[in-house]
């Protein structure tokens, strides 16, 4: 039950890091465009508009910035984009339909990771206590109480 | 000597398959003439591999533009710094370095082991001949950089203006070093996997390969970083290219593999998790060149021919599988017997931590590949950029961060709650020191920078950590000993060089992180269109553009150099000379930074534009923490060395293990 709460934990967690509007580091409109697009240069650069210095983004940029000022908001540039080049000019995908296993896959990898780790510590645990338990418990007992407990915390102490 | 080389890589070839054959024969049939006989191979086929280079090397030092590769990458204006590093510039003198390398550290391998491990070492070396006849081949029949062109011209096409700058010298081959280094734990893995040989035998006899390779590896991605950073112009040093991602995955793994032969070294536990490991490193190198030879994701990176993406694919599948296939086959003997005392125990946190690493690995992999997935399922394909790393990778670091604070305190076996509350006291109370003392000075509220302020205090506790760890020793080494402190410091860390040097590592680290995590949120930026004279201000500097200049450097180059001058608090700071280079017969003009760095921030100005009438168009860029970063390298260089270093007590350790073992993989004479 801990253990389903801890992984429950990490996925709503995770969800919420996913699910967050992003909010761009200086807040301005066009960095926000900047961000959310690809240079669409001859060149075929492969770079985020942010990231590229080629004419084209140069462009591209001043372009936006007159969308800005003319009113236009950041979603409907975006929109016009995509309906000019197709989801490729987005730097990420979008978050619904099939690309949102693109933002899925890795948490629900991590988490069934992390249950198969905590399974198998488990299980790795389960084969010490065993024979711990079976074969030495007349030494066990035989030692006193403090002084098993102060044996344990010097081998707890002491580094490999 | 253009044929001379040519011929050499054919008898490079012949030799190296000739040496594989021979090597598995004198294993499986117990055959020492056979062994002798192969043992002279690595040598010769090193030997072939080295002339061809030189003949390469002579064609570009000497203008040959007979040859098509010299031709396409060097021209007469060329200086001769760049033309020693066309070499790997392009497609098929890169994978002609590739096999340099590669026969290299066969060569060594050869010497360090021809009269010992004889179970293992025959087959270790017939796996690193069958890679490097894969290259040769590739070099011989695909890609061969002796191709000629009938009609000489007079000059070459010229170097990528891009690659003309020094880290075209020092970065390709670093990353090289690092990509071609895990050949050889994957080889001696590989040989423990046949020769039945499983226990931590090949790890130990590794250690030192996959320390190096790391190193290279590690220290090529910020040399990677650095060179974006200096030479693209965008203010940034990490844009999860596609390539970048193929040099990022395997360090990753190689980081995973790392921290979790310790357990198997301590414990005897994870072999088949190890093998797993090294075996994934490996195809992650393959596939990380496929990547950059495919032309199949769009990269800044990739090579110009993409036909050759598909030999690399061909070779990642029948590595794959035969290594799968080999691994399965030995699982019985790969098993131990598993045993913890404890969910709460540094062998946990070394599992959880594999957990996090490979997550990442993982989030990394699924995002190159996505497009891919994507364009198979919908037909439709998308880009997956930056925004998608940083919001799936950023909380898995972060949780790995504290990690590396905790596995290192964290109690071997188990951990109790008396001990927990003795380790982590201190750096617990450090991190809440630094949460409350940073709440107030640092800005929250976005994502990013919520961020930040948690990687700031998980930086202050890891490096709590760590430091309490050094302290302890110290400490504990002056009571017993008449020692000063320093003198104490350096004798705990000397005689316990592997411990110590990986707490140095962490620290490069964690001053890594910092660095990314400054300059991701508190960076800004301004574009100004100026006339000379004008001034601008940008976080309390004054930005005053002087004039503009024109150089013809070379009869290929031309410079236009823009002068600022920069002041702070009313007095002069620094004076600004940011650039564009022209290139004859380029269509895109190349950016030349100048960059101010300071421990605080860099001041980073980029020259945009400029108009006939002088005025100019200027980037200016603060980012905040920026040297912490390369800061946080070499201290990972240092601690790298420090733990590599020759250790007697441990070899001495080693030898007395060995005896009590008698031998770990005893010679065919021996048996």
Same mark, same amino acid.
């Given at each position: 039950?801990?253990?389903?709460?801890?992984?429950?934990?990490?996925?709503?967690?995770?969800?919420?890091?996913?699910?967050?509007?992003?909010?761009?580091?200086?807040?301005?409109l066009?960095?926000?465009l900047?961000?959310?697009?690809?240079?669409?240069?001859?060149?075929?650069?492969?770079?985020?508009?942010?990231?590229?210095?080629?004419s084209?983004?140069?462009?591209?940029?001043?372009?936006?910035?007159?969308?800005?000022?003319?009113?236009?908001t950041?979603?409907?540039?975006?929109?016009?984009?995509?309906?000019?080049?197709?989801?490729?000019v987005?730097?990420?995908?979008?978050?619904?339909?099939?690309?949102?296993?693109?933002?899925?896959?890795?948490?629900?990898a991590?988490?069934?990771?992390g249950?198969?780790?905590?399974?198998?510590?488990?299980?790795?645990?389960?084969?010490?206590?065993?024979?711990?338990?079976?074969?030495?418990?007349e030494?066990?007992?035989?030692?006193?109480?403090?002084?098993?407990?102060?044996?344990?915390?010097?081998?707890?102490?002491?580094?490999? | 000597?253009?044929?001379?080389?040519?011929?050499?890589?054919?008898?490079?070839?012949?030799?190296?398959?000739?040496?594989?054959?021979?090597?598995?024969?004198?294993?499986?049939?117990?055959?020492?003439?056979?062994?002798l006989?192969?043992?002279?191979?690595?040598?010769?086929?090193?030997?072939?591999?080295?002339?061809?280079?030189i003949?390469?090397?002579?064609?570009?030092?000497?203008?040959?533009?007979?040859?098509?590769?010299?031709?396409?990458?060097?021209?007469?204006?060329?200086?001769?710094?760049y $033309?020693?590093?066309?070499?790997?510039?392009?497609?098929?003198?890169?994978?002609l370095?590739? *096999?340099?390398?590669?026969?290299?550290?066969?060569?060594?391998?050869?010497?360090?082991?021809?009269? $010992?491990?004889?179970?293992?070492?025959?087959?270790?070396?017939?796996?690193?001949?069958?890679?490097?006849?894969?290259?040769?081949? #590739?070099?011989?029949?695909?890609?061969?950089?002796?191709?000629?062109?009938?009609?000489?011209?007079?000059?070459?096409?010229?170097?990528?203006?891009?690659?003309?700058?020094?880290w075209?010298?020092?970065?390709?081959?670093t990353?090289?070093?690092?990509?071609v280094?895990?050949?050889?734990?994957?080889?001696?893995?590989?040989?423990?996997?046949?020769?039945?040989?499983?226990?931590?035998?090949?790890?130990?006899?590794?250690?030192?390969? @996959? #320390?190096?390779?790391?190193?290279?590896l590690?220290?090529?991605?910020?040399?990677?970083?650095?060179?974006?950073?200096?030479?693209?112009?965008?203010?940034?040093?990490?844009?999860?290219?596609p390539?970048?991602?193929?040099?990022?995955? +395997?360090?990753?793994?190689?980081?995973?593999?790392?921290?979790?032969?310790?357990?198997?070294?301590?414990?005897d536990?994870?072999?088949?998790?190890?093998m797993?490991?090294?075996?994934? *490193?490996f195809?992650?190198?393959?596939?990380?060149?496929?990547?950059?030879?495919?032309?199949?994701?769009?990269?800044?990176?990739?090579?110009?021919?993409?036909?050759?993406?598909?030999?690399?694919?061909?070779?990642l599948?029948?590595?794959?599988?035969?290594?799968?296939?080999?691994?399965?086959?030995?699982?019985?003997?790969?098993?131990?017997?598993?045993?913890?005392?404890?969910?709460?125990?540094?062998?946990?946190?070394?599992?959880?931590?594999?957990? #996090?690493?490979?997550?990442?690995?993982?989030?990394?992999?699924?995002?190159?590949?996505?497009p891919?997935?994507?364009?198979?399922?919908?037909?439709?394909?998308? @880009?997956?950029?930056?925004?998608?790393?940083?919001?799936?990778?950023?909380?898995?670091? #972060?949780?790995?961060?504290?990690?590396?604070?905790?596995?290192?305190?964290i109690?071997?076996?188990?951990?109790?709650?008396?001990?927990?509350?003795?380790?982590?006291?201190?750096?617990?109370?450090?991190?809440?020191?630094?949460?409350?003392?940073?709440?107030?000075?640092?800005?929250?509220?976005?994502?990013?920078?919520?961020? *930040?302020?948690? @990687?700031?205090?998980?930086?202050?506790?890891v490096?709590?950590?760590i430091?309490?760890?050094?302290?302890?020793g110290?400490?504990?080494?002056?009571?017993?000993?008449?020692?000063?402190?320093?003198?104490?410091?350096?004798t705990?860390?000397?005689?316990?060089?592997?411990?110590?040097?990986?707490?140095?590592?962490?620290?490069?680290?964690?001053?890594?992180?910092?660095?990314?995590?400054?300059?991701?949120?508190?960076?800004?930026?301004?574009?100004?269109?100026?006339?000379?004279?004008?001034t601008?201000?940008?976080?309390?500097?004054?930005? *005053?553009?002087?004039?503009?200049?024109?150089?013809?450097?070379?009869?290929?180059?031309?410079?236009?150099?823009?002068?600022?001058?920069?002041e702070?608090?009313?007095?002069?700071?620094?004076?600004?000379?940011?650039?564009?280079?022209?290139?004859?017969?380029?269509?895109?003009?190349?950016?030349?930074?100048?960059?101010?760095?300071?421990?605080?921030?860099?001041?980073y100005m980029?020259?945009?534009?400029?108009?006939?009438?002088?005025?100019?168009?200027?980037?200016?860029?603060?980012?905040?923490?920026?040297?912490?970063?390369?800061?946080?390298?070499?201290?990972?260089?240092?601690?790298?060395?420090?733990?590599?270093?020759?250790?007697?007590?441990?070899?001495?350790?080693?030898?007395?293990?060995?005896?009590?073992?008698?031998?770990?993989?005893?010679? +065919?004479?021996?048996?």
């Amino acid at each position: 039950m801990h253990m389903l709460k801890f992984f429950l934990s990490i996925f709503v967690a995770a969800w919420f890091v996913v699910s967050a509007p992003e909010i761009s580091q200086a807040g301005s409109l066009l960095q926000d465009l900047e961000n959310a697009l690809m240079c669409k240069c001859d060149d075929k650069c492969g770079k985020v508009l942010i990231n590229c210095t080629c004419s084209t983004s140069d462009k591209t940029r001043a372009k936006f910035t007159k969308l800005l000022d003319s009113g236009l908001t950041v979603d409907q540039i975006i929109k016009s984009q995509v309906d000019k080049y197709g989801e490729t000019v987005l730097s990420a995908p979008t978050k619904f339909g099939f690309n949102l296993t693109a933002w899925v896959m890795p948490f629900v990898a991590l988490i069934a990771g992390g249950v198969g780790v905590r399974k198998i510590i488990n299980s790795w645990i389960g084969k010490k206590q065993k024979p711990d338990s079976e074969d030495v418990p007349e030494e066990k007992s035989a030692t006193p109480g403090k002084y098993s407990k102060r044996l344990q915390d010097e081998l707890d102490g002491i580094e490999l | 000597m253009n044929d001379i080389g040519e011929f050499t890589l054919l008898v490079a070839l012949a030799t190296a398959i000739y040496g594989c054959v021979a090597y598995v024969m004198s294993a499986r049939g117990n055959r020492i003439d056979l062994y002798l006989s192969a043992d002279k191979t690595p040598l010769i086929v090193w030997g072939c591999v080295m002339i061809s280079s030189i003949c390469l090397w002579r064609g570009f030092l000497t203008n040959d533009f007979s040859l098509q590769y010299v031709w396409a990458y060097s021209n007469i204006e060329l200086d001769t710094f760049y $033309k020693v590093a066309s070499f790997w510039g392009g497609q098929k003198g890169s994978l002609l370095f590739w *096999t340099l390398l590669l026969t290299t550290y066969t060569v060594v391998v050869h010497f360090q082991n021809r009269k $010992k491990n004889l179970r293992v070492v025959p087959y270790a070396m017939a796996v690193l001949f069958i890679i490097i006849i894969f290259f040769l081949f #590739l070099v011989n029949f695909s890609t061969n950089p002796f191709e000629r062109i009938p009609l000489p011209p007079e000059d070459g096409r010229g170097l990528n203006p891009l690659l003309q700058n020094y880290w075209m010298v020092i970065h390709p081959p670093t990353l090289y070093l690092g990509y071609v280094g895990f050949t050889v734990p994957f080889a001696f893995a590989v040989a423990a996997l046949i020769s039945k040989n499983l226990d931590d035998g090949w790890i130990r006899l590794t250690r030192k390969w @996959t #320390l190096i390779s790391w190193f290279f590896l590690c220290m090529g991605n910020l040399f990677g970083a650095s060179w974006a950073y200096v030479e693209l112009g965008w203010g940034g040093y990490w844009a999860w290219d596609p390539v970048e991602n193929a040099a990022f995955m +395997p360090l990753l793994i190689a980081t995973a593999f790392l921290h979790s032969v310790m357990i198997q070294e301590k414990k005897d536990m994870m072999k088949v998790w190890n093998m797993s490991l090294i075996l994934l *490193t490996f195809v992650m190198t393959i596939f990380g060149t496929f990547i950059t030879r495919s032309g199949l994701i769009q990269s800044v990176h990739t090579f110009d021919e993409a036909t050759l993406g598909y030999y690399f694919l061909a070779f990642l599948f029948v590595i794959l599988f035969s290594c799968m296939a080999l691994i399965i086959a030995r699982l019985p003997l790969l098993k131990s017997e598993n045993q913890l005392d404890s969910f709460l125990s540094r062998e946990s946190s070394f599992l959880f931590n594999n957990l #996090l690493l490979l997550g990442i690995a993982f989030a990394t992999f699924w995002g190159t590949i996505f497009p891919i997935i994507s364009e198979a399922v919908r037909g439709i394909k998308i @880009t997956v950029g930056p925004p998608f790393y940083n919001q799936v990778n950023v909380p898995i670091g #972060l949780a790995l961060l504290a990690l590396v604070g905790i596995g290192p305190v964290i109690a071997w076996r188990r951990a109790t709650v008396s001990n927990l509350k003795k380790n982590f006291f201190k750096p617990l109370a450090a991190a809440f020191i630094a949460a409350v003392a940073l709440a107030p000075v640092i800005p929250l509220g976005s994502r990013v920078e919520n961020y *930040t302020y948690i @990687t700031f205090v998980l930086c202050v506790f890891v490096l709590a950590c760590i430091l309490i760890e050094f302290f302890k020793g110290t400490a504990a080494r002056m009571g017993l000993h008449e020692e000063s402190m320093f003198g104490a410091l350096a004798t705990v860390t000397w005689r316990n060089k592997r411990r110590y040097g990986g707490y140095i590592v962490h620290i490069g680290i964690v001053l890594i992180f910092a660095g990314i995590a400054g300059s991701q949120a508190y960076g800004t930026h301004v574009e100004k269109h100026l006339k000379t004279g004008e001034t601008f201000k940008i976080r309390g500097y004054d930005i *005053t553009y002087e004039k503009l200049v024109a150089i013809e450097a070379t009869s290929v180059k031309t410079r236009v150099i823009a002068q600022l001058q920069v002041e702070r608090n009313g007095s002069h700071y620094w004076t600004a000379r940011p650039e564009k280079e022209f290139y004859k017969g380029q269509n895109q003009p190349v950016s030349e930074v100048d960059v101010l760095s300071t421990w605080k921030e860099d001041l980073y100005m980029i020259l945009a534009d400029f108009r006939d009438d002088e005025s100019a168009t200027i980037k200016v860029y603060v980012n905040p923490m920026v040297s912490w970063m390369w800061t946080g390298g070499w201290v990972i260089a240092f601690g790298t060395m420090i733990s590599m270093w020759p250790d007697r007590l441990e070899q001495r350790r080693r030898l007395e293990r060995f005896r009590r073992e008698e031998t770990l993989f005893p010679s +065919p004479a021996q048996e």
